[in-house]
C-alpha cells in the first residue's frame, strides 16, 4: 500500500494518515468532493431521483423549490430515472470537467431501491467515463453493496453522527424497517449496527467510502472524534464534520426547537481532533440533492428539464472531446502537444498490467505527454469474452461486442493487456490502435513511459489521437 498521493490528499488533518492504492489515490485526485485539490478543477451532478425517505433526521426537511439555498434534501425537482439518465447526458455534454454523478436525494437512495438502481444502471450504461457515487444514512447499507459495486459505484457516503444509541436517539426519532416503524432505543441502536456492517461490507469489495457527520452542539459535538476513529478501523478514507443548519424558516425539529448551530472554532476544533484519527474534509459546501457544477458554484438552474433536447448526440464523440478536455486539466495542458496521446490500460489495481482484453469491464485511460502518464479517467465497458468456450477468436456472435469495445477506445492510441485474441488484436489494428502485450504483469506507469518515448520517435505513429471523432 503506498501512502497517500499528496495531489490526491483528501483532508485537512495532517496526522491523519489515509494509506491508498495508486489506482485509489488517482480517482480520488479526480472527485471534488475527496480531494480539496480536485474541487476547482471537475465538477459533479446530483441526481434528485429519491424523493422518500426510511428515517427521520431532526435537522432535516426535505424542501422543494428552494433555489436560493444550499443545504442537503432541498431540490427544484424530482427526476424520474430516464429524465436523469437525459439529463446527465445534457449536462455531460455541456460541461467537459463534469467527472462525478451521484445520488443523495432529496431522500434516501437506499429507500428508493428502484428508481436508484434503474438510475445508475442506465448512467453506467449511456455515460462509459463517468464515475457513479451515492449518499446513504446506511440503514438499507448491508444487502445491496454487492450491486453498487456490479454497477460501477466506487465511493460511497455513509452519514453516521454517532456510536452510541442514546446520542443517535437524540437526532433520529424513528426509522421504517423491513415495512416496521421503530423508536427510540430500538431504531438507534439498528441503524448503527446497519451502518457499521454496510461500511464493512463496503470497504470490502474495494469501495471508497467517506464518513459524513452533523456537528450538533452539546449533543455529538464531543463524541464525533470516536466516530473518526472507529469509521477509520471499519474501512473509511475521509470523515466530513459538517456544521448544523438549523435555522427556524427551514422547519426542522431542531430549527423550531431552538438548537444551536455550531461556531467556526467549535467546527475546527472538532475537525482538529477527529483529524488525530482520519483525514478530514475541510471543502464540503453541503450541496443541495440536485446541485450541478464545481462545489461552490451550483449550476443546477441552468439545467431545467425544458432545456433538455428531445433527441440526444451520439455519446462517444462527446466522450472523446471530454477526453480531450480532462487530459488538459490534469497534465497542466501539456496533453495538447504533438506527441502526446491516450491509452487505455487492462489493469485491476491500477499498479500492474494484468487483466485479459476480452475479460475486462473497466478500462483506466492515461494522457502519456512530456507531463508523466497521468490517469484522466475510466470506461467501463462489458466485457466481449464471457467464458473460456466463447474466447474462439473466430466466433461471430461477438463481433458486435467487440465493435462496440473498439468504438469506446477508438480516440486511444494503444490498449495494454495481459493477453488478447488474435481477432480483437486485429481489430484494433484495423482502427490505428496499437494492441501491447509485452508489459503484461509489469508497472502500468512504468510501461507506458517506456512505450511513449518509443512512440514518439516513430513518425508514423506520432499522430495525436486525441482529438478523434
Not at 147 to 152: S, T, Y
Not at 391 to 420: G, K, P, Y
Amino acid at each position: 500500500m503506498a501512502s497517500c498521493h499528496s495531489s490526491a490528499n483528501p483532508g485537512c488533518g495532517a496526522s491523519g494518515k489515509a494509506e491508498l492504492t495508486p489506482l485509489q489515490a488517482d480517482k480520488i485526485a479526480q472527485h471534488p468532493c475527496y480531494s480539496r485539490s480536485a474541487h476547482h478543477r471537475y465538477a459533479r451532478m446530483h441526481l434528485a431521483v429519491a424523493p422518500a425517505c426510511n428515517l427521520q433526521c431532526h435537522y432535516c426537511n426535505r424542501k422543494y423549490d428552494c433555489s436560493n439555498e444550499s443545504r442537503p434534501g432541498v431540490v427544484s425537482e424530482v427526476l424520474s430515472p430516464a429524465q436523469a439518465i437525459a439529463k446527465a447526458r445534457h449536462v455531460a455534454a455541456a460541461l467537459p470537467q463534469l467527472a462525478v454523478i451521484g445520488i443523495a436525494g432529496p431522500g434516501d437512495p437506499l429507500a428508493n431501491i428502484a428508481r436508484t438502481f434503474n438510475t445508475l444502471e442506465g448512467l453506467r450504461s449511456a455515460l462509459p467515463d463517468i464515475k457513479l457515487c451515492l449518499s446513504t444514512n446506511g440503514l438499507a447499507l448491508p444487502e445491496v453493496v454487492d450491486r453498487l459495486a456490479d454497477v460501477g459505484v466506487d465511493h460511497v457516503t455513509v452519514t453516521v453522527n454517532a456510536l452510541d444509541a442514546d446520542i443517535a436517539a437524540q437526532i433520529y426519532p424513528w426509522l421504517w424497517f423491513d415495512g416496521e416503524r421503530l423508536e427510540g432505543l430500538e431504531a438507534a441502536a439498528l441503524l448503527l449496527a446497519r451502518q457499521e456492517e454496510g461500511i464493512r461490507k463496503l470497504t470490502a469489495r474495494g469501495i471508497m467510502v467517506k464518513i459524513n457527520s452533523v456537528l450538533i452542539p452539546g449533543i455529538n459535538d464531543r463524541h464525533l472524534p470516536a466516530v473518526s476513529e472507529k469509521a477509520r478501523e471499519w474501512g473509511a478514507m475521509l470523515h466530513n464534520v459538517m456544521p448544523l443548519i438549523s435555522r427556524p424558516e427551514h422547519g426542522t425539529v431542531f430549527g423550531l426547537q431552538g438548537q444551536r448551530e455550531p461556531s467556526a472554532r467549535e467546527v475546527a476544533e472538532v475537525r482538529a481532533n477527529c483529524g488525530m484519527s482520519m483525514p478530514q474534509m475541510a471543502h464540503c459546501h453541503q450541496c443541495r440533492a440536485d446541485a450541478i457544477g464545481m462545489l461552490g458554484e451550483d449550476r443546477s438552474q441552468s439545467f431545467p428539464l425544458s432545456a433538455i433536447p428531445q433527441t440526444a448526440e451520439p455519446y462517444l464523440p462527446v466522450m472523446y472531446r471530454r477526453a480531450q478536455i480532462q487530459a488538459g486539466i490534469a497534465t497542466a495542458g501539456e496533453s495538447e502537444s504533438a506527441d502526446a496521446c491516450l491509452v487505455a490500460v487492462a489493469t485491476r489495481e491500477g499498479v500492474l498490467i494484468d487483466e485479459h482484453f476480452g475479460h475486462v469491464q473497466r478500462f483506466q485511460i492515461y494522457s502519456a505527454s512530456a507531463a508523466g502518464v497521468t490517469l484522466i479517467g475510466e470506461r467501463f465497458t462489458p466485457p466481449f469474452c464471457t467464458d473460456k468456450s466463447e474466447c474462439d477468436d473466430e466466433v461471430s456472435r461477438h463481433e458486435q461486442r467487440l465493435d462496440a469495445v473498439v468504438a469506446l477506445l477508438a480516440d486511444v492510441s494503444a490498449v495494454f493487456c495481459a493477453r488478447i485474441g488474435l481477432s480483437p488484436w486485429q481489430r484494433l489494428e484495423q482502427a490505428g490502435i496499437e494492441p501491447c502485450v509485452s508489459g503484461a504483469w509489469q508497472s502500468v506507469t512504468e510501461v507506458i513511459a517506456l512505450w511513449w518515448q518509443q512512440h514518439r520517435l516513430v513518425p508514423s505513429a506520432g499522430k495525436n489521437r486525441m482529438g478523434a471523432a
